[in-house]
């Protein structure tokens, strides 16, 4: 089955600057990557995604990445604010299953 | 937020007792999932469906039930076979069972053990 791996598990950067977190998957019939945000005690929510045809995408200070021939994808935060300070995994998407990276803890010092 | 509701908020199992998570959508999803978080850890997919009247094994799928009868509910029910069922619990449904598409997670039921 699929394998997706992240890093770093945490991450601590200061407010205005960017933040990047990177994940690997091992089936390349992986075809779509969603990330998450989940914030203490609550749900995770999805905040940006890809598709294997797309090779970058962004949404204001978030950007996602994609390098199908190497198996990896990113997360890019730019500017950031104490509110991004959460967890944040990353997914693949393998026939409808979703494999999800153990997570990344960002924490936003203002 | 709405959209994906389970219960209860709080769950406490007793040892040898069986325990029914409830999980319901009304987003018209067809895919439901049941995934299971321990503490600073990420999400093992437990059980899935793709159709009312089908559900596949997950990763971790050992002391688990569950069923689709109707296409807005999908119940996990913990058996006492699950040894360590301390967990935070999370439903979600995605719009197709094609794929592409992200999930939408319920607010998560949180098991405790007496």
């Known amino acids: 089955g699929e394998n997706v791996e992240q890093h770093p598990s945490t991450l601590s950067v200061q407010e205005g600057d960017s933040a990047v977190i990177k994940c690997t998957y091992s089936d390349s019939a992986s075809n779509y990557f969603p990330w998450y945000k989940q914030e203490l005690g609550k749900r995770p929510q999805l905040i940006i995604d890809?598709?294997?045809?797309?090779g970058e995408k962004k949404d204001q200070r978030i950007a996602v990445t994609l390098n199908k021939t190497a198996k990896h994808f990113s997360l890019h935060i730019t500017e950031t604010q104490p509110e991004d300070s959460a967890v944040y995994f990353c997914?693949?998407?393998?026939?409808?299953?979703?494999?999800f990276g153990s997570g990344t803890k960002l924490n936003v010092k203002p | 937020d709405g959209g994906i509701t389970q219960s209860p908020k709080y769950l406490f199992r007793k040892e040898g007792q069986n325990v029914t998570l409830s999980c319901e959508q009304n987003?018209?999803?067809?895919?439901m999932y049941w995934y299971r978080q321990d503490p600073g850890q990420g999400l093992r997919l437990i059980y899935y469906?793709?159709?009312?009247?089908?559900?596949q094994k997950g990763d971790i799928a050992e002391g688990y039930s569950v069923s689709r009868e109707k296409k807005e509910s999908f119940p996990l029910t913990v058996t006492s076979a699950q040894k360590n069922p301390t967990a935070f619990y999370l439903c979600?449904?995605?719009?197709?069972?094609?794929?592409?598409?992200?999930?939408?997670f319920g607010p998560g039921t949180r098991l405790l053990v007496l």
């Open positions: 890809i598709r294997s045809n797309v």
């Open positions: 987003l018209n999803h067809d895919a």
């Open positions: 997914a693949a998407d393998n026939f409808n299953k979703f494999y």
């Open positions: 469906s793709q159709i009312v009247n089908d559900f």
């Open positions: 979600a449904s995605s719009p197709t069972s094609g794929g592409g598409h992200g999930q939408y």
